[in-house]
């Protein structure tokens, strides 16, 4: 186990330290939900609801994960890395759990700058508000980890990774909402809970799968 | 150490390898060659178990750990350096004294001056080299190179030359190239693929 964490470890700082050099994601998933946000504040009709609001926050955070995805594995795919990493005698899903977690990480950084904007904005988050980003995020990740490595072996993997993750990420959607605006929000985060434990679970188990031909 | 019994693999309908059985004892190399879309590569990525046969069995007496392969490409991080690529790979490979030995190698392939530069601004005969170096890193047993020779310049490939002489008996390779006349002599088998 501590090998397999230090192997998770290990491959988790090498993302940091490889977008701290190329600065590729980070830039750009800034710069597209803070973008968002403003340009969806002058679009959304005066005296729109909270309801409304949420939903913009969360077409926001999808698109700034799915950009993050999209390039996920690109320093993988650049020089035939992944081959390497695949060969290694480490636990093959120590390779998918590491870059869920520099997704994560990243996508965390989008929203810190993301939801103080949206407060300030659009409307005060709460707790459970917060708590739903942050559930809803880890199963993005995890998700968008395995899918974005699928479609990063494939060649239209622009497309490929979209058509995939949009469809899988709706509950993700429905509970990060609920969460935000509904008086029942435990019930929401119960199953946003759900929805990571198990999709972490499939991933984690399927990854070994995508990464061999 | 290697034994291919009616090994077929297919891409979809196309067949690139048909019927194809050897042995390679421990310690032997056993030389590939062949005309493009032969099925060289796709031997070697077979033996290093990065695809699966469509067909026919590849009983291989070596672990992932004992296992070292250089590819068509490097396999390397480009924004990392030199020393960080095989750090990381050495902590994968649960290299002991895995600093020592990324050293001892980068000096051996000329590397060490460079060894603080990013691979991005290496070139591409350099980059072979730091490839060989990860191959190399874990000493493996079962040493599979895929056109070795690319790319690197006389001073580059009489180093390898000189690695594969010095392992020769002792570690098991099996090798492509498109240069035969360079290894033959330390060949134990031939495999000549159509």
Not at chain 1, 45 to 70: E, H, M, Y
Not at chain 2, 113 to 130: D, P
């Amino acid at each position: 186990m501590t090998g397999y964490l230090a192997d998770v470890s290990a491959l988790t700082r090498k993302d940091f330290r490889l977008e701290l050099r190329a600065k590729d994601t980070l830039p750009a998933m800034l710069l597209f939900v803070l973008s968002a946000l403003v340009v969806f504040h002058f679009a959304l009709p005066q005296g729109t609801g909270d309801d409304a609001a949420f939903g913009l926050l969360w077409i926001a955070i999808v698109f700034t994960a799915l950009l993050g995805l999209s390039r996920a594995w690109a320093p993988e795919s650049e020089a035939g890395a992944l081959d390497g990493l695949v060969l290694a005698p480490c636990d093959r899903s120590a390779i998918w759990l590491a870059k869920t977690l520099a997704t994560l990480g990243f996508l965390a950084v989008a929203e810190l700058v993301a939801l103080p904007a949206f407060a300030l904005l659009y409307a005060p988050l709460d707790g459970a508000a917060i708590a739903g980003v942050l559930l809803a995020s880890f199963g993005i990740s995890a998700v968008g980890s395995l899918l974005s490595a699928m479609a990063a072996a494939s060649r239209g993997r622009e497309v490929i990774l979209p058509l995939l993750l949009l469809p899988l990420s709706i509950p993700l959607v429905v509970g990060g909402v609920g969460a935000g605006i509904s008086p029942e929000s435990g019930k929401y985060l119960l199953f946003l809970g759900l929805y990571d434990a198990i999709f972490a679970i499939l991933s984690w188990a399927s990854f070994e799968y995508v990464v061999t031909e | 150490m290697i034994t291919a019994n009616d090994l077929e693999k297919r891409y979809g309908r196309k067949r690139v390898l048909r019927g194809l059985s050897f042995e390679l004892a421990r310690g032997g190399l056993l030389l590939t060659t062949g005309p493009n879309g032969s099925g060289k590569t796709t031997l070697l990525r077979l033996v290093a178990g990065l695809v699966v046969p469509s067909r026919g069995t590849l009983a291989i007496d070596a672990t992932r750990a004992e296992l070292g392969y250089l590819g068509h490409e490097p396999m390397l991080y480009r924004n990392l350096t030199a020393l960080e690529n095989l750090d990381l790979f050495g902590r994968l490979y649960r290299v002991p004294d895995r600093r020592e030995r990324a050293g001892m190698l980068l000096e051996r392939f000329g590397l060490w001056e460079a060894r603080g530069e990013r691979v991005s601004a290496y070139s591409r005969g350099m980059m072979q080299r730091l490839a060989i170096c990860r191959a190399l890193l874990h000493d493996p047993a079962l040493l599979v190179l895929d056109e070795p020779f690319t790319a690197l310049d006389e001073e580059g490939a009489a180093l390898l030359d000189r690695e594969l002489r010095t392992a020769a008996g002792q570690r098991t390779v099996l090798l492509s190239s498109h240069d035969p006349e360079r290894v033959s002599a330390l060949a134990t088998q031939r495999l000549a693929l159509a």
